[in-house]
């Protein structure tokens, strides 16, 4: 059962006759948040690698320093 939905004038906007949501019909700029999501988790997971990366660069140099002193 497709539920009933009234056109809310010059928007893109329709209302649900039984819960009274409004919501949005552009398709298109629901597919381009997800894709700015997923671009931007992806982002975050590249800082994230790097910065442990970077730690593990920094224990290495401890290391060697270290050895040097030692």
Do not use: H
């Not at 009234?6 to 409004?22: M, P």
């Not at 948040?33 to 988790?41: L, T």
Request: proline share 1%; glycine share 2%; net charge positive.
């Amino acid at each position: 059962m497709k539920p009933k939905t009234v056109k809310i004038s010059e928007t893109s906007y329709v209302r649900d006759i039984n819960s009274k949501a409004i919501l949005n019909t552009n398709r298109n700029a629901l597919e381009n948040y997800k894709i700015a999501k997923k671009r931007k988790e992806a982002e975050i997971n590249d800082i994230n690698n790097m910065k442990i990366e970077i730690s593990e660069l920094k224990v290495m140099i401890q290391q060697l320093l270290g050895k040097q002193n030692g």
